[in-house]
């Protein structure tokens, strides 16, 4: 049984569309991400389930009961619907302690003190805060006042957890750490999570599913690994993964492969569903899935090297055909002049 | 010796000396016109006797002789008495006020948010005498309510009277700061305690209105300071009982003793501002104190109004009785005055219409110089004005060092001197300084008298236009090659424009509305409507004082539309 279910949601402001029919289910203990370029609609949304913002079309139901109906007209405030939010900028309130911040919640739903005391130190130890209860929220770092915000979150038992960003406050390095410490976070207390972030590492490395939202709808949904090695549209390929591009003309469809001619280069790759016989179309391969060949072959190109980069535990290489530009990763550094690259027919997609 | 001091840089020599001079001269003008008067003062409460007299001696007589005078004590009891209860009516309404309209879906708010305001435009003079007319022992709605219920339960002349309508129409003091500083707090720290559980009220009590405690703070010690600045409210409501307060205490010391004891009143003077000074250097503690906590707020953006539901129709009720209560009984207890030859029980309005208040204006050429002047020192003299504070901005804009930090204390400093002290300041400055002596009966010794008395607030009004320009684009002008002064002149000066034209109207309003100022700077030549009517009260004008009353409202009016026609901000 989904924890939380949207069916169609629109929202404007004003006359500009924010969503147009988004529907999507959370199943309990799973972690979705809502991943998007900016203006998306991926925040949006959220603040719509979180009862923030004034949708004006469908539905939002939290467990069996229905928070927002455009047509029955329920619309259950933000302060009834029990969710926790986790904030991009935390939104700690800079006049409570950490305790205080973290008891609020449990204090509104009437617990008993001696119970919220407990409840917010174990919270508290659990997330690793266990000896900064007293502190303010400008005594804390960063990564310190995120966890305090989860903590905020989570210590009501919430069936589901919103969470706008959670990382990009935090600087890259202690990123990567938060993010490692977070999925494991999730999985240990078995939460419910909808996560909203526009960095598409971020969401494959934490969530069971990912939404890919473009300008209002949903593009494509599905585990980390089908968004990645899978990609239905042009779009949802480019947003995922670094990539190399290439424009030409699709001469040939044979099954489920297509020919796609370029300006002196033709490369066989799978066929998006697209894609249509005699028409433009583009070609699109992960970078680390070109492979440096050491000559001719199948699906086998022949460009320029322009230069080299050293990215510590390997090389990127940048060639030129024509107008093309290609990128390559390597072992190694490449001598200047014509190189042979292959691009593997099934890691090829042609849109 | 010369290779130790090497030029720093090749820049024109010519145009740095001649900004650095130009920079000095407004420097040292400015602390002229603010330090010359107040020294003045000082200087004259240490004397025993009138400073041009010759037989004057050097000491604290002035001190001693009003220290034993009773009224004295207690005309400052009844100041702190007034000022405590203005804090305790103004700040709580003015911070309620400020939550309903920055943060509820009250209907029709940003259409009442003027009339809210209204109180702080209209000259204190102005205003008591509109409730003497209104609601006095014979007027209008005291003469209504006793035809209707047979009571009017209640009297003006009285302390408690007297500090809950100065605590109402200081409202709006507090209500501009709580409601700036509630705009600047994101609403993400609301819709966290929202998504945690809180209803609307809760959000208010435990999360918006503790966030903005050092605004609330700031504005309770401004109200405070304003409690001892009051002068046209007791003046006109206390007399009849005799209840004095400080500033009303200094000036009826002259008809007390039947000579001029100017060394008496500036020994007054003088505690007045050792009680306002230190509010001030408080207030700019607070300021800075607030805009620190300011910064830890959130993200400011787009939130969901809090849906009063049934409450809707207490606080529009609650507004709409403020308004009544500070705007329409006043003003419009002047309008009827200004068209009736007289007003008390068993008179009706149809047989005591009249124009002759207008007309006795019309004919008397003092009253028509000072409606002209009124208009002058509003618009040319408003103009002026502005020119010498973004003048004084220049001087301090962007430079961190000692004159402008000396500059920056400059400016507070006629904050603490009430306009009633630094009118006889000035009326001592240009009776006793020569040069300055030919100026005495002109309109120029009543503007530059208004522009030092609201350096302060003008100050505000620029540099938070000039903080609005990004340090980027004077720093894009610096590394083109152009000098600070060109910068200023081609870059900054045109991009801060408007606000410059809406500080213009907010002064302009300021001067027609200023009037304690006037006070003692009145003399044939130098009339403006303000410090005519306190003068005109005394001698007992009803009828001119409500005509004049009436067009001074009209001025202020003609202000306040042009402003909001223009979407002039009313508050910073």
């Not at chain 1, 990127?316 to 042979?340: D, S, Y």
């Not at chain 2, 911070?95 to 708010?109: D, H, Q, S, V, W």
């Not at chain 2, 046209?232 to 004095?244: F, K, Y």
Request: hydrophobic fraction near 50%; charge should be neutral; proline fraction near 5%.
């Amino acid at each position: 049984m989904a924890e939380l279910s949207v069916q169609d949601l629109h929202l404007a402001y004003g006359d500009n569309p924010i969503l147009k029919g988004v529907s999507m289910d959370l199943n309990r203990g799973e972690v979705v991400s809502l991943l998007g370029p900016s203006g998306s609609g991926k925040t949006t949304l959220l603040r719509a389930v979180a009862g923030l913002e004034a949708p004006n079309r469908g539905t939002i139901s939290i467990g069996a009961k229905k928070v927002f109906d455009g047509a029955g007209a329920v619309d259950i405030p933000a302060e009834a619907r029990n969710l926790g939010l986790v904030f991009q900028s935390y939104a700690l309130w800079p006049h409570k302690t950490v305790s205080d911040n973290v008891a609020f919640g449990l204090k509104l739903r009437k617990v008993a003190s001696g119970e919220i005391d407990s409840r917010v130190k174990k919270a508290l130890s659990e997330l690793s805060l266990g000896h900064l209860g007293a502190r303010f929220p400008h005594q804390l770092s960063g990564g310190q006042q995120q966890r305090v915000a989860i903590a905020r979150a989570l210590v009501y038992n919430p069936p589901v957890i919103l969470m706008d960003e959670p990382l990009s406050n935090l600087d890259a390095k202690l990123r990567e750490e938060a993010r490692a410490w977070l999925r494991t976070l999730i999985l240990e207390m078995q939460l419910s999570a909808l996560v909203v972030t526009h960095d598409q590492g971020e969401a494959m490395a934490m969530s069971d599913r990912i939404l890919l939202l473009n300008n209002g709808v949903i593009e494509q949904q599905g585990t980390p690994q089908d968004m990645y090695n899978t990609p239905r549209t042009l779009f949802a390929a480019d947003f995922m993964g670094s990539n190399n591009r290439l424009e030409g003309r699709i001469e040939e469809v044979r099954g489920g492969d297509a020919k796609l001619v370029g300006e002196g280069w033709t490369l066989w790759g799978r066929k998006a569903e697209s894609a249509r016989q005699g028409e433009k179309g583009t070609g699109m391969i992960r970078l680390e899935r070109v492979r440096l060949a050491g000559g001719p072959g199948d699906n086998v190109l022949q460009p320029e090297l322009a230069t080299s980069m050293f990215l510590g535990d390997k090389w990127e290489h940048i060639f030129h055909l024509g107008n093309t530009t290609l990128r390559a990763h390597g072992p190694e550094a490449l001598a200047k002049g014509r190189q042979w690259l292959e691009i593997p027919r099934a890691d090829f997609w042609v849109f | 010796m010369a290779a130790l001091a090497p030029s720093p840089d090749h820049a024109p020599q010519g145009a740095l000396a001649g900004l650095f001079s130009w920079r000095s001269l407004t420097i040292l003008l400015t602390a002229a016109a603010v330090l010359g008067p107040l020294s003045l003062i000082i200087y004259q409460s240490l004397l025993s006797a009138p400073f041009f007299e010759a037989n004057k001696s050097v000491g604290v007589d002035a001190y001693r002789f009003i220290f034993a005078d009773s009224d004295f004590w207690k005309a400052a009891l009844n100041s702190v008495l007034i000022a405590t209860g203005m804090v305790v009516i103004a700040v709580p309404l003015g911070g309620l006020l400020a939550f309903i309209m920055e943060r509820t879906n009250l209907p029709f708010k940003r259409w009442l948010e003027p009339f809210i305001l209204v109180p702080s435009f209209v000259s204190p003079m102005v205003l008591s005498f509109g409730y003497v007319v209104a609601a006095g022992p014979v007027g209008f709605y005291t003469v209504w309510a006793q035809d209707l219920f047979g009571v009017a339960p209640w009297g003006i002349y009285s302390i408690l009277a007297m500090t809950i309508i100065a605590g109402l129409t200081h409202v709006p003091n507090v209500y501009i700061y709580a409601s700036s500083a509630l705009k600047n707090l994101g609403s993400d720290v609301e819709e966290a305690a929202r998504s945690a559980g809180a209803s609307p009220f809760r959000v208010a009590v435990s999360v918006s209105l503790p966030l903005i405690m050092p605004s609330l703070l700031f504005s309770a010690v401004l109200i405070f300071f304003l409690g001892f600045e009051l002068f046209g409210l007791p003046l006109v409501l206390g007399d009849p009982e005799g209840i004095l307060v400080l500033s009303t205490y200094l000036y009826k010391l002259t008809n007390k003793l039947g000579t001029p004891s100017y060394h008496l009143m500036a020994a007054v003077a003088i505690c007045i501002v050792a009680i306002t000074f230190p509010l001030v250097l408080i207030q700019r503690r607070l300021l800075v104190g607030a805009r620190k906590y300011a910064t830890i707020k959130g993200k400011a953006g787009r939130m969901r109004e809090l849906p009063l539901g049934p409450w809707a129709w207490i606080a529009f009720a609650l507004i709409l009785g403020f308004v009544f209560v500070t705007v329409v009984v006043p003003l419009s207890g002047i309008a009827l005055r200004a068209f009736v030859s007289s007003w008390g029980f068993g008179v009706k309005l149809s047989e005591v219409w009249t124009l002759d208040g207008f007309r006795e204006v019309w004919n008397e050429p003092t009253h028509k110089r000072a409606i002209l002047n009124t208009v002058l020192i509003g618009t040319v003299g408003g103009a002026l004005t502005v020119a010498c504070y973004t003048a004084i901005g220049f001087a301090t804009h962007r430079r961190n060092d000692g004159w402008s930090r000396f500059i920056d204390y400059l400016v507070l400093v006629p904050r603490a001197v009430p306009g009633l002290l630094a009118g006889l300041a000035f009326l001592w400055v240009f009776l006793f300084f020569p040069p300055l002596t030919p100026l005495r009966t002109t309109i120029f010794s009543m503007w530059l008298a208004y522009s030092v008395v609201w350096l302060a607030y003008g100050m505000r009004l620029i540099s938070s236009s000039l903080m609005q320009v990004s340090p980027e684009l004077e720093e894009a002008g610096r590394s083109v090659g152009a000098s600070r002064g060109l910068i200023s002149r081609s870059i900054t000066l045109p991009l801060i424009r408007s606000g410059l034209i809406g500080s213009w109207l907010l002064v302009f309003m300021i001067f027609e509305r200023e009037y304690s100022t006037g006070v003692y700077l009145l003399a044939p030549g130098t009339e403006v409507i303000g410090a005519e009517l306190v003068s005109l009260w005394q001698g007992g004008a009803i009828d001119i004082v409500a005509a004049l009353a009436l067009i001074n409202i009209v001025l202020v009016g003609i202000g306040l539309a042009i402003a909001l026609r223009f979407g002039v901000k009313l508050r910073d």
